[in-house]
């Protein structure tokens, strides 16, 4: 019998006898590149729909477990799904199967994705492939007489369109932005769109911005240009960095939120509740030079300068000094090499300083990862969630952002080129854990 489960990304395998693949059998990174050759344009476009709107939970991946013990699980419906997300966490490994301006709308999509990936899929578990079978089947060969999923006409369609609200409200405040060119769509595409979703559909905080919804739609309660105005301050906020996930994740954080918004942001009402304008309705565009307000520009260093270690060995405190000052833009491959060798020694200092038994320094870099990590955690200095991103950089056949399998090929693969947004990806990911093998 199914079963409904989640799963981690990063335990997520490639089906290699997928239909789309013309060679079945090429191994993980083979059958990955072949869906990308096939798809193109159509992962680009999936791909910006996952981080705009995420997985879609009408539409489960059915997978079986992969018999190995790494409890890992084959993915025989929704391949292409599992291979945007692999492409979204790392878009490198798309180079030369995907046309160029796709590679670069990727690595744009791939920012964007990072601060708010997407860390369980629900499936659906089944015993084996025959199971699956007549599932995918009727999926993928059409109307079957009406036992297949039958398409909606001309008709359909449009009475759909009429009998629903619309855009969401997040999204109608994304529209009303870039329609009145507060914001271009190259800088809509990096907004963090889920955590945008959080703090706008939250009564406290659109009470600051003035608006208000009103039978779906959101409503104007002061000038335009107020109200775009803080509306873009949230997005260079969150585009930013400053404001993550975790700060806003409850209701009571995006309270906290609205009511700390800064006085000359917060956005006082003009007109009564109920007598608002329609965010749509119409109002003339800025004339004139492009009132569009730019996102704040990522960071060209790979440690914040907001992240404090406390390093007392000599020659990882020049590491730690030049990766600070090493721009990510100009000395990529130098910084992805020392991000590397930082981490491996950082690694060892902590298992030599806490006598770690049964772990060796002769061990592979995977392993002491999982060893320091457990006890981290045993020890109360790293969260579960925050082990999660370390045992996901360090699982095999992992393509994910961070991997450090990926960093090995940055040193050993002359075909493999490290992105500024993948460094700084990935010490995101690693900084609790950096943190913490050096907590005085």
Avoid at 178 to 187: F, G, K, N, Q, S
Avoid at 253 to 259: I, S
């Amino acid at each position: 019998m199914a079963e409904i489960i989640p799963l981690a990304p990063a335990d997520l395998l490639i089906d290699e006898q997928n239909p789309r693949i013309s060679q079945p059998n090429v191994g993980q990174h083979k059958a990955l590149q072949a869906l990308a050759v096939h798809q193109d344009t159509k992962l680009q476009k999936l791909a910006k729909d996952i981080v705009q709107n995420g997985l879609n939970p009408a539409d489960l991946p059915i997978v079986m477990t992969f018999e190995d013990d790494l409890k890992r699980y084959v993915v025989l419906e929704g391949n292409r799904r599992l291979t945007a997300l692999k492409a979204l966490e790392n878009p490198e490994w798309l180079v030369d199967c995907v046309n160029k301006h796709v590679l670069v709308d990727m690595r744009r999509l791939s920012r964007a994705y990072q601060d708010n990936p997407v860390e369980s899929v629900n499936c659906v578990l089944v015993k084996d492939r025959d199971e699956a079978h007549h599932w995918i089947e009727l999926r993928h060969t059409g109307e079957n007489e009406g036992a297949g999923l039958v398409r909606w006409g001309t008709d359909e369609r449009e009475r759909f369109a009429a009998r629903t609200s619309g855009f969401p409200i997040h999204q109608q405040a994304l529209n009303f932005l870039e329609d009145r060119r507060y914001l271009t769509p190259e800088a809509r595409r990096n907004v963090p769109t889920t955590s945008f979703k959080r703090l706008i559909v939250t009564p406290e905080v659109r009470e600051k911005l003035g608006l208000e919804v009103q039978k779906g739609k959101l409503h104007l309660l002061a000038s335009e240009k107020n109200v775009a105005k803080a509306l873009m301050y949230i997005i260079n906020d969150l585009a930013s960095g400053t404001t993550k996930v975790r700060d806003i994740y409850t209701k009571d954080d995006r309270v906290d939120y609205a009511n700390k918004l800064p006085a000359h942001i917060a956005v006082t009402p003009v007109v009564p509740s109920g007598q608002g304008i329609e965010i749509g309705g119409g109002s003339p565009r800025p004339k004139g030079k492009s009132s569009t307000t730019r996102i704040g520009k990522q960071r060209d260093k790979l440690i914040p300068r907001d992240c404090v270690l406390h390093i007392s060995e000599p020659r990882l405190r020049d590491i730690e000094r030049e990766l600070r000052l090493l721009s990510l833009d100009h000395h990529t491959n130098a910084v992805s090499v020392l991000f590397r060798v930082f981490i491996e020694l950082g690694v060892d200092s902590y298992i030599e300083r806490l006598k770690l038994t049964g772990t060796s320094l002769d061990a592979k870099l995977t392993k002491k990862l999982d060893d320091v990590t457990n006890d981290l955690v045993s020890r109360q200095q790293l969260t579960k969630q925050q082990a999660r991103a370390v045992r996901r950089a360090s699982a095999k056949d992992s393509f994910l952002a961070p991997s450090i399998a990926q960093m090995n090929n940055y040193i050993h693969n002359p075909y493999v080129f490290p992105a500024p947004g993948d460094l700084r990806a990935s010490w995101d990911s690693l900084q609790p854990f950096l943190i913490a093998i050096w907590a005085p």
